[in-house]
């Protein structure tokens, strides 16, 4: 009898052990680092910027084509990609305030797709989120007119349930806005040439240079890759012919949170945010941007020398565990900048920078709106729900909003249509990177954002604009929900169904 039992807590010790063996070697597996380790052999891609046509009614008119493509993500392979009227990515799209804009997107893909204004104040109608469903071979055209102050936007797909795939296959571009004091204002602002878009991206590629769809063993926050692409390159530099350059920084990984500074920590002037410039530039080293969000940064090199655009291990404000899982160890080196051996003078960031002063008083708020993010799948307990609307917001109020995380795991908080103010940031100020206009703001776990927030212009009873985490993985599994903006006293409808799109 004892011989039995001690061989029975022997067999136990030994797979207790075994597991413990397992789980070290997959957690000292889970961190991931190329600083060092580039060559810098290929040329920053720059995308292109398309020209809009002018229609009948003196709109904007962009066409847009999503299509399938084989791009060559590492040099001398090619991949099977999606893009927007090209293999991988899309063109970078350019509108000033006023604008009328028409956008025609024909869905060349073989899956039902939408396409998302990310950042962009306009109808719910034409925001591209899961109910504007555009099917194979199908085309969609919203338009609206631009309002709002010059911004560094994005666009990418979000249909409910495959929004991660979508973007990871490599639909997704930047959208650039203008406006009049922008363009009056002595920024780099030469694309291309010294105002540069830095779209991040975090493929797991494998040696033919596919595109690869695992996930590890353990991964809170979905897919995380093993290297970088910059605008779709892979071990890109960029040579420069100016003193000052804007570096304007997307990050359109899937789950990636960066912290991006260079390998001498230089000082940068951090000009803008998700929404916009900022009132003032303000010096930094580092910007902590987690997926879906945006900073503009003015960079200055001297002649002849070389620097590298690093993303350094970023504090997810995770457990030991979580930590090691999304992310919190890992650091890569993004971009070689190359400056020419004569650089001429270029001038100095203007002190002020945006004159606009956002109406977002808190002391206006009607009303104190609670997120809670749980888990990995839910707001306020509630998975995404297509026919079910959350939230009911009337036009031109100001609110409060408070969003949780409850959970041991990072989170994001984007709500569409709006640019939101942070009043308190894990207890404390938000920090540069987001102390401007947002419409993403970084959730560390066990922490809690305040912002304030208007919605303002458009109302719809039935169609709703989304909020959600936009780690797309958790955006997918139904971290997500449905907010209607509604006339005073108007009561909220049901959103559109499906029945016919679905699958
Ligand atoms: Cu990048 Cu719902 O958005
Ligand atoms: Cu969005
Ligand atoms: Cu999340």
Not at 3 to 11: E, T
Not at 109 to 123: S, V
Not at 155 to 173: M, N, S
Not at 452 to 475: G, I, K, S
Request: charged residues 25%; contains cysteine; glycine residues 10%.
């Amino acid at each position: 009898m004892k011989r039995i039992l001690l061989l029975g807590l022997a067999a136990v010790l030994v797979v207790v052990g075994g597991l413990g063996v397992v789980a070290v070697v997959v957690y000292s597996r889970a961190d991931v680092s190329t600083v060092g380790e580039l060559s810098f052999s290929q040329r920053l891609r720059i995308p292109p910027q398309l020209e809009p046509r002018a229609d009948a009614n003196g709109r904007r008119l962009f066409d847009l084509t999503l299509q399938q493509g084989r791009a060559e993500l590492l040099p001398g392979t090619r991949a099977d990609t999606w893009g927007v009227n090209g293999p991988y990515l899309g063109p970078t799209l350019r509108a000033s305030r006023g604008d009328r804009l028409l956008m025609r997107v024909r869905n060349d893909l073989p899956e039902t797709t939408t396409l998302h204004w990310h950042g962009m104040h306009l109808p719910a109608e034409a925001d591209g989120g899961p109910h504007q469903m555009i099917e194979p071979g199908e085309r969609w055209q919203p338009s609206w007119t631009v309002d709002q102050p010059a911004a560094t936007l994005w666009y990418h797909p979000h249909l409910h349930g495959d929004t991660e795939d979508h973007v990871y296959r490599g639909v997704a571009g930047m959208f650039i806005l203008d406006d009049p004091r922008s363009r009056a204002l002595a920024l780099p602002d030469d694309y291309g040439v010294d105002d540069i878009p830095v779209i991040l991206q975090d493929p797991r590629l494998s040696d033919d240079g596919a595109l690869e769809f695992s996930q590890g063993a353990i991964s809170p926050i979905g897919r995380l890759g093993d290297e970088t692409l910059v605008n779709g390159t892979s071990n890109p530099y960029l040579p420069v012919s100016s003193r000052r350059v804007r570096l304007r920084l997307l990050n359109a990984s899937t789950a990636r949170i960066y912290d991006v500074g260079f390998d001498d920590s230089r000082e940068l002037l951090l000009i803008g945010t998700d929404g916009g410039l900022l009132e003032a530039p303000r010096p930094v080293r580092r910007v902590l941007l987690s997926p879906g969000e945006r900073a503009e940064v003015v960079a200055e090199f001297r002649p002849g020398e070389r620097a590298v655009l690093r993303s350094f291990e970023p504090d997810l404000g995770a457990d030991f565990f979580n930590e090691r899982f999304s992310g919190g160890d890992d650091s890569f080196d993004l971009l070689e900048v190359r400056a020419g051996r004569e650089l001429p003078p270029a001038p100095a960031v203007p002190d002020r920078l945006s004159g606009e002063r956002a109406s977002l008083d808190p002391s206006e708020s009607v009303r104190t709106r609670r997120f809670e993010l749980s888990g990995s799948s839910s707001i306020n307990g509630r998975s995404m729900d297509l026919g079910r609307i959350d939230e009911v917001v009337t036009s031109d109020t100001t609110e409060v909003w408070e969003v949780e995380n409850g959970s041991d795991i990072p989170h994001s908080f984007h709500p569409h249509d709006v640019r939101f103010r942070v009043l308190e940031y894990a207890g404390g100020p938000p920090p540069a990177e987001a102390s401007g206009l947002q419409d993403t703001v970084f959730v560390p776990p066990h922490e809690t954002v305040r912002l304030v927030a208007r919605f303002e212009d458009y109302t719809d009873p039935n169609v709703p604009y989304m909020f959600h985490c936009h780690v797309l993985d958790h955006e997918d599994q139904g971290m997500m929900g449905q907010l209607v903006v509604v006339e005073p006293g108007q009561e909220p409808g049901s959103p559109p169904s499906h029945e016919a799109a679905s699958d």
